[in-house]
């Protein structure tokens, strides 16, 4: 080996540290950026022909696990998915009220009431006390209406953002992988691009959960949970919803009037996988107008089973009893508990909860019959108050006649949809069920956002220790390289020394 030859091999060597400290260096600055991944230059053998003259340094490439990144992109989407129904499920259960104020407490005050009242049915402070607690079940079940429209609402606004926030985060995508493609076509790094094309994918994660496929020229293909590929390269985004105002009677899909998530032109709703867009979808569409049928049927069924005894106690808007054995969705009760409301003649004379508001003609399978108490009737008059307590309050509607069963399937502004509160058979008992699983909805969700919390929390931990920078690694890093270039340096001088001591052997 020639001196010149050494001489260039320690050069190359002294370059190659060089390069390495400097990444080392970039490494423990970026420890705690976001995003950002460890770096490492690796070192090739310069070989030309057979002869070995150095050490040639290869571009800085990263040590990131693709599986475990997929497996954060799926947590995050359950995640973000689960806090998004929490906070809206949360109004919903906030209108149900505390304790002692649901549609189910209320519903058991008001049968106090006519217990009260059945001890001297002639006292005006008893009868005006049915009519309170009527009112106050009748506002709560107004109140719970009104936050589950206002929830659906927002889950269409939250899809709108959403949309146009996964567009621009896919613009991003887009844009980082036009600036990786020509670089890794030189051969050059592109590490830092990818750490930042892999923060963009994160966010489209969050809201519409995708697995990225890298391609050997730098290229990525974004695969959704749903089995969406999702297109590139686009300026304005693939994506597009309309924003819309909702009523009760909204839905989307055949005939509905409320739009959906389009994907260049056609309509994906359904096929949108797991992330917050797919939450909102289900709260929209799915979820809360199942929760508006619920109380709409317990609302009619109160409103009509004190009718058929014989007070009118409810009605809707116009006077409107509704008829149990009637369609969901063609028969007038979609948004009923909203229009919920005391009957105006029993507010101006309270004596009706007594005396009773109409007659009833008996049937076989229904209610016995019932005549109201007569202008001035007893004013011990107890008869409609036992049928309150004992048929309306009850599970018959006359002695071995059942109440029809509640309402569970044809759900839904579309019909489609099916309850689970399938055994109740009286009033209380459905109110209370409803109560339960609409107040419990929210909790679940969080139970199940806290568990892929954790979930997150842990694989991400995991990346960090992998892929992220440990400054005791780099650390030992620094002095490992610092050696070697000591050595290096050191070789560079023996080759100096013989090299003076050569040229004074010349002269």
């Given at each position: 080996?020639?001196?010149?030859?050494?001489?260039?091999?320690?050069?190359s060597?002294?370059?190659?540290?060089?390069k390495?400290l400097?990444?080392?260096?970039?490494?423990?600055?970026?420890?705690?950026?976001?995003?950002y991944t460890?770096?490492?230059?690796?070192?090739?053998?310069?070989t030309p022909?057979?002869?070995?003259?150095?050490?040639?340094?290869?571009?800085?490439t990263r040590?990131?696990?693709?599986?475990?990144?997929?497996?954060m992109?799926?947590?995050r989407?359950?995640?973000?998915?689960?806090?998004a129904?929490?906070?809206?499920?949360?109004?919903?259960?906030?209108?149900?009220?505390?304790t002692?104020?649901?549609v189910?407490?209320?519903?058991?005050?008001?049968?106090?009431?006519f217990?009260?009242?059945?001890?001297?049915?002639?006292?005006?402070?008893?009868?005006?006390?049915?009519?309170?607690?009527?009112?106050d079940?009748?506002?709560r079940?107004?109140?719970v209406?009104?936050?589950?429209l206002?929830?659906?609402?927002?889950a269409?606004?939250?899809?709108?953002?959403d949309?146009?926030?996964?567009?621009?985060?896919?613009r991003?995508?887009?844009?980082?992988?036009?600036?990786?493609?020509?670089?890794?076509?030189?051969?050059?790094?592109?590490?830092?691009?990818?750490?930042r094309?892999?923060?963009?994918?994160?966010?489209?994660?969050?809201?519409?959960?995708?697995?990225?496929?890298?391609?050997?020229?730098?290229n990525?293909?974004?695969?959704?949970?749903?089995?969406?590929?999702?297109?590139?390269?686009?300026?304005?985004g693939?994506f597009?919803?309309?924003?819309?105002?909702?009523g009760?009677?909204?839905?989307?899909?055949?005939?509905g009037?409320?739009?959906?998530?389009?994907?260049?032109?056609?309509?994906?709703?359904?096929?949108?996988?797991n992330?917050?867009l797919?939450a909102?979808?289900?709260?929209r569409?799915?979820?809360?107008p199942?929760?508006?049928?619920?109380?709409?049927?317990?609302?009619?069924?109160?409103?009509?089973?004190?009718?058929?005894?014989?007070?009118?106690?409810?009605?809707g808007?116009?006077?409107?009893?509704?008829?149990?054995?009637?369609?969901?969705?063609?028969?007038?009760?979609?948004?009923?508990?909203?229009?919920?409301?005391?009957?105006?003649?029993?507010?101006s004379?309270?004596?009706?909860?007594?005396?009773?508001?109409?007659?009833?003609?008996?049937?076989a399978?229904?209610?016995t019959?019932?005549?109201?108490?007569?202008?001035g009737?007893p004013?011990?008059?107890?008869?409609l108050?036992?049928?309150?307590?004992?048929r309306?309050?009850g599970?018959?509607?006359?002695?071995?006649?059942?109440?029809?069963a509640?309402?569970s399937s044809?759900?839904?502004?579309?019909?489609s949809?099916?309850?689970?509160?399938?055994t109740?058979?009286?009033?209380?008992?459905?109110a209370?069920?409803?109560?339960?699983?609409?107040?419990?909805?929210?909790a679940?969700?969080?139970?199940?956002?806290?568990?892929?919390?954790?979930?997150l929390?842990?694989?991400?931990?995991?990346?960090a220790?992998?892929?992220?920078?440990d400054?005791?690694?780099?650390?030992?890093a620094?002095?490992?390289?610092?050696?070697?270039?000591?050595?290096?340096?050191?070789?560079?001088?023996?080759?100096?020394t013989?090299?003076d001591?050569?040229?004074?052997?010349?002269?």
């Amino acid at each position: 080996m020639s001196l010149d030859l050494a001489l260039s091999i320690a050069r190359s060597g002294l370059a190659h540290v060089n390069k390495q400290l400097a990444q080392s260096a970039s490494n423990v600055a970026n420890a705690a950026t976001p995003g950002y991944t460890r770096k490492e230059i690796e070192g090739a053998a310069a070989t030309p022909g057979s002869l070995a003259s150095g050490v040639r340094s290869l571009e800085a490439t990263r040590a990131v696990d693709t599986a475990l990144v997929t497996q954060m992109n799926a947590a995050r989407a359950a995640a973000d998915a689960s806090a998004a129904r929490a906070r809206l499920l949360s109004g919903v259960e906030i209108a149900h009220g505390a304790t002692g104020d649901s549609v189910g407490d209320l519903t058991s005050a008001l049968g106090d009431a006519f217990v009260a009242l059945r001890g001297d049915p002639s006292d005006a402070l008893l009868q005006a006390g049915v009519t309170d607690a009527a009112g106050d079940l009748a506002g709560r079940y107004n109140t719970v209406s009104t936050a589950i429209l206002a929830a659906r609402q927002e889950a269409q606004d939250s899809m709108v953002r959403d949309v146009a926030t996964l567009n621009e985060a896919l613009r991003q995508v887009s844009g980082i992988t036009d600036q990786i493609l020509p670089l890794r076509a030189q051969g050059m790094s592109t590490a830092e691009l990818e750490d930042r094309r892999d923060q963009a994918i994160a966010t489209i994660s969050s809201i519409m959960q995708v697995r990225a496929v890298s391609q050997p020229d730098g290229n990525v293909v974004l695969i959704t949970a749903g089995g969406l590929t999702l297109p590139l390269r686009q300026e304005t985004g693939p994506f597009s919803m309309e924003a819309a105002t909702l009523g009760v009677q909204s839905f989307h899909g055949g005939g509905g009037t409320l739009p959906g998530v389009l994907l260049n032109g056609s309509d994906v709703t359904n096929r949108l996988g797991n992330g917050t867009l797919a939450a909102y979808a289900a709260l929209r569409d799915k979820e809360l107008p199942l929760a508006q049928a619920e109380l709409d049927i317990s609302a009619a069924n109160l409103a009509a089973r004190f009718d058929a005894q014989g007070l009118t106690l409810f009605t809707g808007d116009g006077g409107m009893v509704l008829n149990p054995a009637s369609a969901y969705s063609t028969g007038g009760w979609i948004g009923f508990a909203a229009s919920l409301r005391v009957n105006p003649a029993l507010l101006s004379s309270p004596g009706l909860v007594r005396d009773g508001t109409h007659a009833v003609a008996g049937s076989a399978a229904g209610p016995t019959a019932f005549t109201p108490n007569a202008p001035g009737g007893p004013a011990a008059f107890t008869t409609l108050i036992d049928r309150v307590l004992n048929r309306t309050f009850g599970a018959e509607a006359s002695p071995g006649n059942a109440h029809p069963a509640f309402a569970s399937s044809g759900l839904g502004p579309d019909g489609s949809l099916a309850s689970s509160l399938r055994t109740a058979r009286s009033l209380g008992d459905y109110a209370a069920q409803l109560v339960a699983t609409q107040t419990a909805a929210r909790a679940e969700a969080e139970e199940a956002g806290s568990a892929s919390g954790d979930l997150l929390t842990s694989l991400e931990t995991r990346f960090a220790e992998r892929s992220g920078v440990d400054m005791d690694k780099e650390l030992a890093a620094m002095v490992t390289l610092q050696t070697a270039y000591a050595a290096n340096a050191r070789l560079l001088s023996a080759v100096q020394t013989m090299y003076d001591t050569l040229f004074q052997a010349v002269r």
